[in-house]
């Protein structure tokens, strides 16, 4: 079945640094989505990417959609204790089908 | 607006007991879905109901798992006997239009199940 890959797993970074992290599957998607999971929360989406290129910003946190539609970027600037959490992207081919999610990327922020 | 809410937060169980997860949508929320994440690996998908039909059902394990919608308001997930392999974290999401572009699911704080 389809299956996406996070890099990195995970990664400590020090307050005010910024970070990138990507996603990237063996098919085609059409739908990127980002979550982030703070501890004893569910997923919370972060960004919605609907088109191949398309770079979306939600605060400090930009994301694009691959020209290829393989692989999505979350980028995270001047980072603040409070973006601890694990980052998941999630993928889906078409309208209506079932998304499909990547394993994660833990981020630490040091103070 | 309250959320989607789940019970219990936590469960530990032994190997072979009956577990019952259960998930309260967002209101109004036809779609509901069950996932699970197993320590460390992705989320992955078990099944999709809308109102009290199961969409898809493509990713439940094995017949061990029961999930149940009556009325189309909230939904069980039944594991019988469980299982060590089980324990994981068992995540409900729910959202309004599945087949629209641009849909949002809404996930619960999870159910942390750990098998002895």
């Known amino acids: 079945g389809q299956q996406l890959n996070q890099s990195p797993q995970s990664m400590f970074i020090q307050e005010g640094e910024d970070v990138s992290m990507n996603c990237t599957s063996s098919?085609?998607?059409?739908?990127w989505l980002w979550y982030k999971q703070d501890p004893g929360e569910g997923p919370v989406l972060l960004i919605a990417?609907?088109?191949?290129?398309e770079l979306t910003s939600n605060g400090r946190l930009t994301a694009q959609f691959g020209i290829t539609r393989k692989d999505s970027f979350l980028n995270i600037s001047a980072s603040i204790p409070s973006d601890v959490g694990i980052y998941f992207c999630?993928?889906?081919?078409?309208?209506?089908?079932?998304?499909?999610f990547g394993p994660g990327t833990r981020l630490s922020v040091l103070p | 607006e309250a959320g989607v809410t789940q019970f219990p937060s936590h469960s530990v169980i032994e190997k072979g007991q009956t577990v019952t997860l259960r998930c309260d949508p967002i209101?109004?929320?036809?779609?509901l879905y069950w996932y699970r994440r197993v320590m460390g690996k992705e989320i992955k998908f078990l099944l999709h109901?809308?109102?009290?039909?199961?969409?898809?059902e493509s990713g439940m394990p094995n017949n061990r798992f029961l999930a149940e919608r009556t009325g189309g308001t909230y939904s069980t997930l039944k594991v019988q006997p469980a299982e060590l392999e089980d324990s994981g974290v068992y995540f409900c999401?729910?959202?309004?239009?599945?087949?629209?572009?641009?849909?949002?699911?809404?996930f619960g704080p999870g159910t942390r199940l750990l098998v002895l």
């Open positions: 109901f809308v109102k009290e039909s199961k969409q898809d």
């Open positions: 209101s109004g929320h036809d779609n």
């Open positions: 999630a993928g889906r081919d078409n309208y209506g089908q079932n998304f499909v």
């Open positions: 098919s085609i998607f059409n739908t």
């Open positions: 999401a729910s959202s309004q239009d599945p087949g629209q572009r641009q849909e949002t699911q809404y």
């Open positions: 990417l609907y088109k191949a290129g």
